[in-house]
């Protein structure tokens, strides 16, 4: 018994030969139109695309109106506090300058109630003032009494001069000390010391000098830097 040979088949090959029997004006007509096609879903996504970028620049344009809208409303309202306020740089420099002068005119201020009681406290007891003389610097007369006296040393600003009595020489000296101690003064000198006589009531009469230094200013209105 024979066998009937089959022809062996190829994987993915036609089973039969295939002939393509299309005429090549209709096998063009397919290829134009399958890249009419493509050619307008490309048209279509150019559309698209730009269609997208028109709605995002107007979004954008309105975005940055909306802005400038804002800043020139913050700029009217800024404006109109300028003018509301226009007098308070004027006010300040005023008020700077008052302050200024009053720290001027008052920088060579001593409280002299608080030196007056301190001369007090050093006196001793058998000893009394009887008068006092001041000369100090002040803004407007500058120094005084350069040439002479405590007022020559530098860096003095007042010369204090004061008449008194003293029933010891011991009281005196301890006079002197006493007006040495007292803060802001310097130079303490007893000018003349002279035995004088009250009705039978035997005295030295003394004359002091004492110069004052810049830390008896009270300095109440000095600013500070």
């Known amino acids: ?64 109106t909306a802005d400038l809208v804002e800043v020139q409303d913050t700029n009217q309202a800024l404006l109109a506090q300028q003018t509301q306020y226009a007098e308070v740089p004027q006010v300040l420099r005023e008020l700077k300058a008052r302050q ?40 407007w007369t500058g120094a005084q009494n350069q040439a002479t006296g405590p007022l020559s040393t530098p860096g003095t600003v007042g010369q204090v001069s004061l008449n008194g009595r003293a029933l010891t020489l011991n009281g005196v000296s301890d006079w002197e000390d006493g007006l040495a101690a007292i803060p802001g003064v310097v130079n303490v000198e007893m000018t003349s010391i002279e035995v004088s006589d009250d009705n039978g009531n035997v005295y030295y009469a003394v004359g002091a000098t004492f110069a004052m230094t810049p830390d008896a200013f009270a300095n109440r209105f000095l600013t500070e830097q």
């Open 1 to 64: 018994m024979s066998e009937t040979m089959q022809p062996a088949q190829v994987a993915g090959a036609p089973v039969l030969p295939q002939v393509n029997l299309l005429p090549p004006h209709v096998r063009a007509r397919r290829r134009v139109a399958v890249a009419r096609v493509w050619l307008v879903l490309a048209v279509l996504v150019v559309l698209l695309l730009t269609s997208m970028a028109a709605v995002w620049t107007q979004w954008q344009r309105q975005a940055a």
């Open 100 to 139: 200024d002068a009053r720290e001027l005119a008052m920088s060579t201020e001593m409280l002299w109630s608080a030196y007056l009681a301190a001369l007090s406290a050093v006196t001793p007891l058998d000893a009394s003032i009887d008068t006092i003389s001041v000369a100090q610097d002040n803004v």
